[in-house]
């Protein structure tokens, strides 16, 4: 399985802006298939947003919808996840996921990702 390196999260007020990148230790392919989760203090790991293998198709969880963007580099294969207009209710700790062959045709469980980023924290805070 691939290994995963995310970049620092960090800390932003209310309406402002973070990118997360997550770096593949080798290249990945084209038919590999990125998640975004995240995890806030005693919840679940929540499906964010996801971008599918081949077609670069992109999917989010609804309270992200217009305000997060996710997106593969298509030179480097990093995947990133731009986000705007960030809400206290965004705070948590987000990890990167990837699955070779993985269709994804919309929200997925955490469970179909085989390899993991180490996690970033991201604090929205007045």
């Known amino acids: 399985q691939v290994q995963l390196v995310e970049s620092a999260g960090g800390s932003v007020q209310p309406g402002g802006s973070l990118k997360l990148s997550c770096s593949p230790s080798?290249?990945?392919?084209?038919?590999?298939?990125w998640g975004w989760f995240r995890q806030a203090p005693g919840s679940e790991r929540e499906f964010v947003a996801a971008i599918r293998g081949n077609d670069g198709h992109t999917y989010y969880r609804n309270s992200v919808k217009g305000r997060f963007t996710v997106s593969r580099d298509k030179v480097n294969g990093a995947v990133h996840l731009q986000m705007n207009n960030l809400k206290p209710e965004d705070t948590a700790v987000y990890y990167c996921?990837?699955?070779?062959?993985?269709?994804?045709?919309?929200?997925?469980?955490?469970?179909?990702?085989?390899?993991w980023g180490q996690g970033t924290q991201v604090t929205v805070s007045s």
């Open positions: 080798v290249r990945a392919s084209s038919s590999y298939s």
């Open positions: 996921a990837a699955a070779p062959y993985l269709v994804i045709t919309g929200p997925c469980p955490k469970d179909y990702f085989g390899s």
